[in-house]
């Protein structure tokens, strides 16, 4: 269930795929898929979904993006893991998912290690 109103799931669906997309153009590689539940805890909003998460592979390590609820907008956050099994046990920086074209590919090369956080 989409817990926003004035955000919408179709946006925030597009902008999910141009971000695994923009990895994929980066060197990530689509690996498989697993059927994985989550519940985002955020305040007192509980969001609980089941989705058929891909799976990718960028160098040794593997991730996938997940989807990260906070009370006031969508974020996404890229999960990864040692193998396909273990994806979602290591996550990097959270971002909400209506930045720009360009900052969207900033957060992706940072999640995936490309360039360093800014300080």
């Known amino acids: 269930m989409w817990p926003y109103t004035d955000h919408d799931e179709e946006?925030?669906?597009?902008?999910?795929?141009?971000?695994?997309?923009?990895?994929?153009?980066?060197?990530?590689e689509l690996v498989g898929s697993k059927q994985e539940t989550f519940t985002t805890f955020?305040?007192?909003l509980q969001v609980r979904e089941t989705l058929?998460?891909?799976i990718y592979r960028f160098?040794?390590?593997y991730y996938w993006v997940e989807h990260?609820?906070?009370?006031?907008?969508?974020?996404?956050v890229f999960s990864f893991g040692d193998s396909v099994e273990t994806v979602g046990s290591d996550?990097?920086?959270?971002?909400?998912?209506?930045?720009?074209?360009?900052?969207?590919?900033?957060?992706?090369?940072?999640?995936?290690?490309?360039e360093a956080y800014p300080e």
């Open 68 to 76: 990260h609820f906070l009370p006031d907008r969508p974020f996404m």
């Open 91 to 114: 996550d990097a920086e959270p971002f909400p998912y209506d930045l720009t074209e360009e900052e969207l590919k900033a957060e992706v090369r940072y999640s995936l290690g490309l």
């Open 42 to 44: 955020a305040g007192d």
């Open 52 to 54: 058929d998460m891909s």
């Open 59 to 61: 160098g040794e390590e």
């Open 11 to 28: 946006e925030y669906n597009r902008v999910l795929r141009f971000v695994e997309e923009y990895a994929v153009s980066l060197g990530a």
